[in-house]
């Protein structure tokens, strides 16, 4: 059982998130590879929220050149999990870009995670994006509060291992 991890983190939450699922699921017995993907050019810490480059890549749904999935052999993996923040009720543009660069590419299921500041249900709207690009999606959850939502969290990973 192996299982590939493709995340972007800006402001850490989301990383933070995937250590964790890295441990959960290694104690599990699976075997994990991490793939942090990233934009060729990142973006600016300073005024993240004001950023035109990140308001104009984020809402236009641009498709914007990644790195870090370098290596990443979709076949070799029994699932995969996409973890993203949510930017302006989107995912991030790196991971936008994954989900184009590699619909039908990747035939094995799907676990997604979206974090995020607010308790809106930004999970299922990924979940629909996945779906749409034909992924085969098994389940996305949405993670704002770690100490609150672990129990879904450690739900989720259980099926992963199973998967
Ligand atoms: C540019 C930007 C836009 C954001 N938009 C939203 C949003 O629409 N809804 C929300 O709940 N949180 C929003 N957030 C908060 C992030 O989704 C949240 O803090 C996320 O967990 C950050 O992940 P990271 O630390 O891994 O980058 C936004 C953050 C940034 C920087």
């Not at 991490?34 to 810490?45: K, L």
């Not at 923040?85 to 936008?96: C, K, L, N, V």
């Not at 990924?126 to 450690?154: M, S």
């Amino acid at each position: 059982m192996k299982i590939a991890i493709i995340y972007y983190s800006k402001t850490g939450k989301t990383r933070r998130l995937i250590e964790y699922v890295f441990h959960k699921l290694k104690d599990l017995g699976v075997g994990v590879d991490v793939f942090t993907v990233r934009p060729i050019r990142e973006y600016s810490s300073r005024l993240l929220h004001l950023n035109p480059r990140t308001l104009y890549e984020t809402l236009l749904s641009r498709n914007i050149p990644i790195k870090g999935d370098e290596g990443f052999k979709p076949e070799t993996y029994d699932a995969v999990v996409i973890a993203t923040p949510i930017w302006w009720g989107m995912e991030a543009p790196p991971i936008h870009s994954f989900i184009q660069k590699y619909a039908n590419l990747i035939k094995t299921p799907i676990y997604c995670i979206t974090t995020a500041d607010l308790p809106i249900d930004y999970a299922s709207k990924l979940l629909k994006t996945l779906k749409a690009r034909g992924y085969e999606v098994r389940e996305c959850i949405q993670v704002v509060n770690f100490e609150k939502d672990r129990g879904r969290i450690d739900a989720m990973l259980d099926k992963v291992s199973k998967a």
